[in-house]
């Protein structure tokens, strides 16, 4: 890559020029609302927040120290932050980057925090403050909450069932929304939901497309089969377009808010009883609406190893579907005149089934990397990162798979997933 072609862009004139006193005045004023209490700023810290590592924001804690009215003694709250980059590749990469930031922040505000309403489970933290390229919100592991260990890869049936559940409530909470409201979020929201990582114009999607072809005609099931040469070669490409279609909202299925990026890395898991409360989720961004079947996909594939996640698929469709029929109970609303039946449901996750498997093999080739190696990458070259995420990774891609006997394993696994959906599928 040219050096010419990388130029970075500066967001700020200091990586930690965040806030004004205002705006943390401002900020300190909602929070202690919730307390119903009042109070007074004396200062405010903002410090990294070295445990969260993302390749779309950047995580800050603001520390706000504070006084009661009619108390000496000051105390201090800490909250999360999330900003825009403040390095970016160059001026377009930090316009879209921008961008999607701005459309969770203003989510957050207007939409989610309103969601949370309809239901008393914690699923998601609250959002005190919003701007164009930053949110504050509740820190969710002072609410009791954990992230997974720092290199989980794989959950177990366990596991996910705190994810499940975080996702039935979510889903239940968009449906009780518009029923009060008398609105469909999909029209109101628009604006802020339209949701562009998976497009034929994105380069991280497209180069993504590209080397897990690639690496699809290396698979030991096809590498000596003619005609399946010739499909990956003619066909796989047109066919996984479909999947720019299958994740927008539907015509025939119900369609209701979704997270849609619920791997590991975006759930906490509550701290003293892991396995009974629902997950909160984190990172928004890359929210639409569409049916619940796109969620429960993405969960699925994305966490559990491909021959796992068959063993436990049917266990893990009845927790879900049980949770949903409950929160939508709960909230006065009966699935199935909602379209929400466990008839609907299975029919969906066959309509819907080439998304998991087509969005789980482009993201292995950036999430399912040798550990450190594409932060290592954007470490030690950031020119190198921004051509293999946005440019091109399929000769770096199969030269790991070479190298990495694990990575080239599941990336097989998860292009098996892949090859039964559309070439065995059509060989039928």
Same mark, same amino acid.
């Given at each position: ?57 950047? +995580?800050?804690? @603001? !520390?706000?120290?504070?006084? $009661?009215?009619? #108390?000496?003694?000051?105390?201090? =709250?800490?909250? &999360? ?26 989510? +957050?505000?207007? @939409? !989610?925090?309103?969601?949370? $309403?309809?239901? #008393?489970?914690?699923?998601?933290? =609250?959002?005190? &403050? ?299």
């Amino acid at each position: 890559m040219n050096k010419a072609d990388y130029n970075p862009v500066l967001t700020r004139a200091n990586r930690l020029e965040l806030f004004t006193t205002v705006e943390c005045e401002e900020i300190l004023k909602i929070v202690l609302q919730d307390e119903n209490k009042r109070g007074c700023l004396k200062e405010f810290k903002i410090v990294p927040a070295v445990e969260q590592v993302g390749f779309l924001g950047e +995580y800050y804690h @603001l !520390i706000l120290s504070y006084q $009661l009215e009619n #108390e000496s003694e000051e105390r201090s =709250k800490r909250l &999360f932050v999330k900003s825009v980059v403040y390095q970016n590749a160059d001026k377009s990469f930090h316009d879209e980057k921008t961008m999607i930031l701005k459309k969770e922040a203003m989510l +957050y505000k207007t @939409l !989610i925090n309103e969601l949370k $309403l309809f239901s #008393e489970h914690l699923w998601c933290a =609250k959002c005190y &403050f919003a701007r164009d390229d930053l949110f504050v919100m509740q820190n969710i592991e002072d609410l009791g909450y954990v992230s997974l260990p720092s290199g989980t890869r794989f959950l177990t049936e366990v596991q996910m069932r705190p994810i499940f559940k975080a996702l039935a409530t979510l889903h239940a909470s968009s449906v009780a929304f518009e029923r009060s409201h008398r609105v469909t979020i999909g029209v109101q929201f628009r604006k802020w939901l339209d949701e562009k990582s998976i497009d034929a114009d994105i380069p991280w999607w497209t180069t993504g497309v590209k080397a897990v072809l690639a690496a699809t005609a290396t698979h030991p099931l096809v590498r000596d089969d003619a005609a399946a040469q010739e499909y990956i070669k003619n066909e796989l490409s047109r066919c996984l377009d479909k999947v720019y279609y299958i994740i927008g909202s539907s015509a025939v299925h119900r369609n209701v808010f979704l997270h849609r990026d619920t791997w590991s890395g975006n759930v906490f898991y509550h701290k003293e009883r892991p396995q009974d409360v629902g997950c909160v989720l984190v990172d928004f961004q890359l929210c639409r609406y569409a049916p619940p079947a796109v969620d429960f996909l993405m969960a699925s594939y994305m966490n559990v190893e491909p021959k796992d996640r068959k063993a436990m698929e049917q266990r893990n469709i009845s927790y879900y579907h049980d949770n949903l029929v409950s929160e939508l109970k709960a909230m006065g609303i009966d699935a199935e005149k909602e379209q929400l039946s466990r008839s609907d449901f299975d029919q969906s996750l066959k309509d819907l089934a080439l998304f998991g498997a087509a969005f789980n093999c482009i993201a292995a080739t950036v999430l399912r990397l040798p550990e450190n190696y594409l932060k290592k990458l954007k470490d030690e070259q950031p020119a190198e990162f921004h051509h293999f995420c946005n440019v091109d990774r399929t000769e770096s891609l199969l030269g790991i798979m070479d190298q990495h006997d694990d990575f080239r394993r599941y990336m097989y696994d998860c292009v098996e997933d892949l090859l039964e959906l559309t070439y065995y599928k059509q060989a039928k």
